[in-house]
């Protein structure tokens, strides 16, 4: 076996009829929605059910081993390196999963797929703790490497995009900040003060997420280097810093709910007098809010697909805990009581029509970019988060006390889940963009409902009546009889 966890081959493949084929039989390929199976190669729906099986035997199981393996203890957690963690990217990469995000019409350096096809695979990856990771396809490593691919110099795609995409170092954004409202990204100051061929670095980031780990190399940090520009959007730029350069600490690690996250975790770090090269610069000067745009567009849908998955996941804790002949509450099985029914019911239109939509913004991305879909990505962001919680919450209650403790990964879902309604921008943010563009509409609507309404009066006029309410009652109470 090329892998230690791996157990003998008859084993394994008496687990396929068990993890795949108790799904009616259905595989993730027969699974993909009908309005979306003409857009997916052949080659991407093998690799799709491939995904599944790495996914449902060897990731969901290694998990548990996984966490356990990061040990115990701040220092020792984030310092962290499990074992089971190389030996799944091994066998992810045995099995052709390696890199399958970058999209094919944007950049040679992927696997070769679309981002319907990646976002297919993506939901299956959302499954797991580790899936991602190994298969290189986690955030925001998954952001960055587009980054780079899209915006770096050769020699900044050499010192670290390559490793990268070999998943030998990971990577770390730094754009939010504790002291401003960072969802508006004009507000960013931790200054850039040029010095020679150098730009000096002074101020503070939070939220660093995958800061904590040691293999994490280099941040991509956003900061103010023009504040007199005349534009806003053109007072910030983006830098690449390597993560041992002098006067950067960690100063501490932020919880979510209490889960650490560890080892990639979320940092909070000061910048003192930190020297970069101006050769780190990444496409210009004064052009950081291009950079970070071009980066959010895809990234979106990944952790929307990803999102898509863990609902699908709690839905299938949900059944598994409604049909346990141990519990019968009152008399009887969860399932026989028609309340839990209609939650399984609902939890399953839900998540079909969040699915259609980010598959949807997806197929935009892949028509033309990022851009081009931004409302289709703003629907999903929204959509899909929202609906995820709404599953994972009815699976939570399903398990009353099980449901809130560490026994079910439920609680961890939740947790993570509900970071997706802040991350990449809150809802606010992206409801405000939604309902603008929307309501740009709205002068000509007016003008519409009033043509339509001459226009009918017109029409009557032609058939020689005079137009009237068909509900026209006129009744007048008075001392007299009733007119009618
Ligand atoms: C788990 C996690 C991981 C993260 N990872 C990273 C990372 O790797 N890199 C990074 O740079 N950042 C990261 N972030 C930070 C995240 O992107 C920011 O928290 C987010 O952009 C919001 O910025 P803020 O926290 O400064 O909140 P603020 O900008 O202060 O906003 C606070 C609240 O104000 C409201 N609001 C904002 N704008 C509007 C509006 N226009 N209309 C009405 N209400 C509004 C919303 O309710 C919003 O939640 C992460 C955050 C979390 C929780």
């Not at 999209?103 to 040679?108: G, I, L, T, Y």
């Not at 959007?233 to 810093?241: A, C, E, F, R, T």
């Not at 650490?260 to 780190?280: C, E, L, S, Y």
């Not at 802040?422 to 009033?450: F, S």
Request: aromatic letters at 6%.
């Amino acid at each position: 076996m090329s892998v230690p966890y791996r157990i003998n081959a008859e084993k394994e493949k008496a687990s396929e009829d068990l993890l795949v084929g108790s799904q009616g039989g259905l595989r993730a390929s027969d699974k993909i929605p009908l309005i979306a199976r003409g857009h997916v190669s052949d080659r991407a729906k093998k690799t799709l059910d491939i995904v599944e099986r790495f996914v449902e035997e060897e990731c969901i199981p290694a998990d548990a081993i996984w966490s356990q393996q990061i040990g115990e203890g701040v220092q020792k957690r984030f310092s962290a390196h499990p074992p089971i963690m190389e030996d799944l990217k091994k066998r992810a990469r045995e099995l052709g999963l390696w890199n399958m995000f970058l999209p094919k019409n944007h950049f040679k350096e992927g696997a070769g797929f679309s981002n319907l096809e990646y976002g297919l695979m993506a939901e299956y990856l959302g499954r797991s703790l580790t899936a991602s990771e190994a298969t290189n396809c986690a955030a925001p490593d998954t952001g960055n490497m587009e980054v780079f691919a899209k915006y770096g110099t050769q020699a900044q795609k050499d010192r670290w995009l390559k490793p990268l995409l070999e998943g030998q170092i990971r990577s770390a954004f730094l754009m939010t900040e504790p002291d401003v409202a960072s969802s508006d990204a004009t507000n960013i100051g931790l200054t850039m003060r040029k010095d020679g061929d150098h730009w000096v670095l002074n101020g503070r980031k939070w939220w660093s997420s995958g800061a904590g780990d040691p293999r994490c190399q280099i941040y991509i940090v956003m900061g103010k280097s023009d504040p007199a520009n005349a534009s806003v959007y053109k007072q910030q730029s983006v830098i690449l810093v390597p993560a041992d350069t002098p006067g950067i600490t960690i100063d501490r690690m932020l919880s979510v709910y209490g889960f650490d996250d560890a080892p990639h975790g979320h940092g909070h770090i000061t910048f003192h007098d930190v020297r970069v090269p101006a050769a780190n610069m990444v496409l210009g000067e004064g052009r950081g809010f291009e950079v970070i745009q071009g980066r959010l567009g895809p990234g979106r849908i990944h952790h929307a697909m990803r999102s898509i998955g863990a609902a699908e996941k709690a839905l299938e804790y949900f059944l598994a805990r409604i049909n346990d002949p141990r519990k019968k509450p009152f008399g009887k099985q969860l399932h026989e009581h028609g309340i839990m029914l209609e939650r399984v019911a609902r939890s399953r239109i839900e998540i079909d029509t969040a699915r259609l939509t980010v598959l949807n913004a997806a197929l935009m991305i892949d028509s033309k970019d990022a851009k081009f879909a931004l409302k289709e990505i703003a629907e999903a962001k929204v959509q899909v988060p929202a609906m995820a919680l709404e599953v994972i919450d009815r699976a939570v209650q399903a398990f009353g006390g099980a449901g809130v403790s560490q026994d079910t990964p439920l609680a961890n879902m939740w947790a993570h889940g509900r970071t997706m309604r802040i991350v990449d921008g809150p809802d606010e943010v992206h409801l405000l963009q939604l309902g603008r563009n929307e309501n740009k509409r709205g002068k000509a609507m007016l003008e519409k409902l009033e043509w339509q309404k001459k226009r009918s009066e017109e029409m009557a006029a032609a058939y020689g009546m005079k137009k009237r309410d068909v509900l026209q009652l006129d009744r007048v109470h008075s001392d007299k009889k009733s007119k009618l």
